[in-house]
């Protein structure tokens, strides 16, 4: 009985895991071994497998009946079952949803049922340089897979500033200290990136919830905002304010205002938000109080 | 009291005689009866056969009509792929493929799969009069992921605006699914939002509370209870799901039921779960299973608390794991059996019963939880106490009370499952019955028997004859077989000739005819015996 080695790909909706794997599946260390894939997209039944180059790999799609996570458990145990009883499988790529808890499927894995069977090798999360700010205060996940990686890459970085994938660099590091971050690349040297990597065995960390480091807050008011002293407030937070968006009722009129990182872009007011002040600002490293309370601060009324 | 009665009690936070017991079948049913779930999920008729099958085995105190959180999603325009073992998926988000928020309608009663679920619950409501029928309403955020996908997420910072339109929609869909299934007859509406456990308590107080709110109140105003469930990590939740003012909260595994309990009943809002789906219900045992429904109830309490799976049952699951929890439930001593045996290192301490039963007297064990505590202990103990002496000491009989530890390891030994059990020389013999007193003179007395056979078989003899054929050998052997018929003994005889062998018994030609005797007993049979066992039959050889 051979203990099977287990790849993990996760990352957010979007974030070019299907396309890693394609590439994985091409690079001769990954092509040269006889794969089975256990492929689990939220709500884009059967498209991602689609996707995948046809190899000759074992695939099974574990996201029919259910979008939730306890409820696909049953098709995960399942396909592991049946790759542990084959028996002739010299490796395992799971590309896991956008949504799912990777301790979840590391658990799954693990399971004292499949003892011996399969060994986690590594588990790598990708992340978007584009829309990580957008996606991190909302959907748990995102971070959650961030954390629970052994290795970080960063997707998608030709379409930002190189000072955006720094910055982004920065946070990640900070929410997972612990493992190297790369930039995705070609197909060998994300694959030696892989390989290289050392699975963590950090269930015991994991057992309380994490601080919540990103967050976003939802800004309304009827009084007019003083404009010097709302960029001020901007600025103080520095690279603490990663995104802010929506309307903002100036003296001098409304503006959509919306900021990535540093960068400030003015533009007409939104018309469906309404002529007052209604926006969401996402920080990282602060909080809901501290947010709040700046930025009633450049309320003209208070 | 009946078992819908026992819902409405738990879901007040008033006591009641025993933890109500809600297994959520639903895609389980198809397999009782035989159906895919594809077959299952389209049919009234199949649903309403699956769940009277499941009412039989599983004694509910209350059902689904259905679990499959994609019935609203269809009548709406989501594409489903359907599986023979799961519940249906969605494959097409139509609002991300171009279909505009406004030109959705709420769906009527009538529209795709409504009509049927509807008509399962008016059916379901009929035949069970005694059991709460829950309907289950795909829940707002839920819904929201099923139209729009996980555009969703981003759109809460790029477009919330919509977001909170797009949430005003799904409540509107909520609150009239829910007038449905309350006209249907149900007695508990259950909004499902498995989908918020992957939000914080910010952006469910931004998105979710309004609407969850006013359906609650909404199902309140109509006379019905509310149940608001959600599944997966959700621990950061469960304060702002109370907030939303449900008369109960219905979580899985993911989330300590402890900590469920607490945050609910200082609200006074009633809690259910948490048996563990897969790893117990689908791939564990009947034990495992009773197990982890007896650790469910006690952390649960007496006030409050119903008991039932995070979500709904696997295809697969083991009928037998389900009819195990069922069966413990409804039996205090059984509840009491398993939690005595709910410890591993008791699973693993157990005595070698091998030699078990093997002394002169016959032994009667009786495994009790305590038959000053347990009438039907009491019982047993006194049926065994009135029948030994009629036996004049050749029975003795003791009782075990597995509430001490050396009896439990004893009763694991045995393979005692069931409180009181009498095991007569260690095989178990009256399970949870008092036998009648002739019953159990019956069984004792067969047992005597068996031993006295056994005794014959083993105290066997041999009478070894040595030397030739001679007229004294001849005369010997005569008087050797008239010793035998006069005491109607069944020893073998053996002549022994051969001068070699003669000699191996230390007896010199020359002194033959000569006579050796050999007692026979049987030590072991069956068993490969210790060294140790082995030397002591010697020494008594020697």
């Not at chain 2, 597995?402 to 069931?418: A, D, W």
């Not at chain 2, 020389?425 to 004792?444: C, H, M, W, Y």
């Amino acid at each position: 009985m051979t203990t099977i080695p287990v790849y993990i790909l996760t990352g957010c909706l979007g974030a070019g895991k299907t396309t890693m794997l394609n590439q994985l599946l091409r690079e001769p260390r990954f092509a040269s071994r006889k794969l089975a894939l256990i492929i689990n997209e939220f709500g884009k039944m059967g498209v991602d497998a689609k996707l995948l180059d046809r190899g000759s790999y074992n695939k099974y799609e574990v996201n029919k009946g259910s979008l939730f996570c306890i409820c696909t458990q049953a098709d995960v145990l399942k396909a592991l079952d049946e790759i542990a009883a084959d028996g002739s499988m010299e490796a395992l790529l799971i590309e896991a949803t956008g949504v799912a808890e990777t301790r979840d499927i590391e658990g799954f894995v693990l399971e004292k049922h499949f003892a011996g069977r399969f060994e986690i090798k590594a588990n790598v999360c990708l992340v978007d340089a584009v829309n990580y700010t957008k996606t991190a205060p909302f959907l748990k996940t995102v971070n959650a897979q961030i954390r629970q990686a052994d290795g970080l890459i960063i997707t998608k970085s030709d379409l930002v500033p190189a000072s955006d994938v720094e910055q982004l660099g920065i946070i990640i590091s900070a929410i997972n200290p612990h493992v190297p971050i790369a930039v995705a690349g070609g197909a060998q040297e994300n694959a030696d990136f892989i390989e290289h990597l050392r699975h963590r065995d950090i269930s015991g960390e994991l057992a309380e919830s994490p601080p919540a480091d990103i967050i976003a807050v939802s800004m309304q008011s009827s009084s007019p905002v003083n404009k010097a002293a709302f960029l001020k407030a901007i600025g103080s937070f520095g690279q603490r304010i990663l995104r802010l968006k929506g309307n903002v009722a100036f003296a001098d009129g409304t503006e959509f205002v919306e900021t990535v990182f540093d960068r400030v872009i003015h533009k007409p007011a939104c018309e469906e938000l309404g002529t007052s002040t209604a926006f969401t600002v996402i920080g990282w490293q602060t909080s809901k109080e501290e947010l709040t309370k700046a930025f009633e601060n450049t309320w003209c009324s208070a | 009291m009946t078992g819908r009665d026992r819902i409405r009690k738990a879901f007040r936070c008033e006591a009641v005689d025993v933890t109500p017991w809600v297994p959520f079948v639903g895609c389980h049913a198809g397999a009782l009866i035989g159906k895919t779930t594809t077959e299952y999920l389209k049919s009234a008729d199949l649903i309403e056969q699956g769940m009277a099958r499941a009412v039989q085995l599983y004694d509910p105190d209350g059902i689904p009509v259905i679990f499959d959180l994609q019935v609203e999603a269809e009548a709406l325009g989501c594409n489903l792929v359907w599986a023979d073992q799961t519940p249906p998926a969605v494959c097409g988000h139509p609002l991300a493929n171009g279909t505009k928020l406004e030109d959705l309608k709420v769906p009527s009663s009538r529209k795709a799969r409504i009509a049927m679920a509807i008509e399962a619950a008016k059916r379901l409501r009929k035949r069970f009069p005694d059991i709460a029928i829950y309907g289950l309403v795909t829940g707002p955020f839920t819904l929201a992921l099923h139209l729009l996908g996980t555009d969703i997420f981003m759109k809460m910072f790029d477009d919330s605006a919509y977001v909170n339109h797009l949430m005003r929609f799904c409540t509107d869909v909520g609150l009239a699914m829910s007038r449905y299934y309350i006209e249907a007859g149900c007695d508990v509406i259950a909004l499902v939002d498995p989908m918020t456990s992957q939000i914080g308590p910010d952006q469910f107080t931004q998105f979710v509370t309004a609407g969850a709110t006013r359906i609650f109140d909404s199902i309140r105003a109509q006379g019905a209870l509310s149940s608001f469930f959600v599944c997966g990590h959700a621990q950061q939740n469960i304060g702002v799901m109370c907030d939303c003012r449900p008369d109960n909260v219905s979580v899985d595994e993911n989330i300590p039921l402890d900590f469920v309990r607490d945050e609910c009943l200082k609200r006074n809002i009633s809690f259910g779960g948490n048996l563990q789906l897969t790893t117990v219900l689908l791939l564990g045992t009947e034990f495992d299973s009773q197990k982890n429904a007896i650790a469910c109830i006690d952390v649960g309490g007496a006030r409050g608390h119903i008991l039932a799976p995070g979500c709904d049952l696997p295809y697969s699951t083991p009928p037998l794991n389900l009819q195990a929890i069922t069966k413990v439930l409804r039996d205090e001593y059984q509840r009491g059996i398993i939690r005595a045996m709910a410890t591993s290192e008791e699973k693993q301490y157990t005595l070698d019963m091998a030699e078990y039963g093997h002394a002169d007297k016959v032994i009667v064990d009786i495994i009790t939880l305590d038959s000053e505590a347990c009438a039907p202990c009491q019982y047993m103990v006194d049926a065994v106490r009135k029948v030994a002496p009629e036996f004049d000491g050749i029975v003795e009989w003791r009782e075990h009370k597995i509430k001490y530890r050396e009896s439990l390891v004893f009763m694991t030994s045995l393979m005692v499952r069931n409180i009181p059990t009498i095991c007569i020389d260690g095989k178990i013999t009256f399970v949870s019955r008092i036998p009648p007193k002739n019953e159990l003179i019956e069984a004792i007395q067969k047992r005597i028997n068996e031993k006295f056979l056994m005794r014959i078989r083993q105290k066997k003899a041999t009478v070894y004859i040595l030397g030739k054929d001679s007229e004294k050998r001849k005369l010997l052997r005569s008087r050797i077989d008239q010793a035998r018929q006069e005491l109607g003994s069944d020893v073998d005889i053996i002549l022994v000739e051969d001068d070699n062998a003669i000699q191996s018994y230390g007896v010199h030609a020359s002194q033959t005819p000569a006579v050796v005797i050999a007692k026979h007993q049987l030590k072991s049979a069956g068993n490969v015996m210790e060294t140790a066992a082995i030397r002591e039959w010697l020494k008594d050889l020697s």
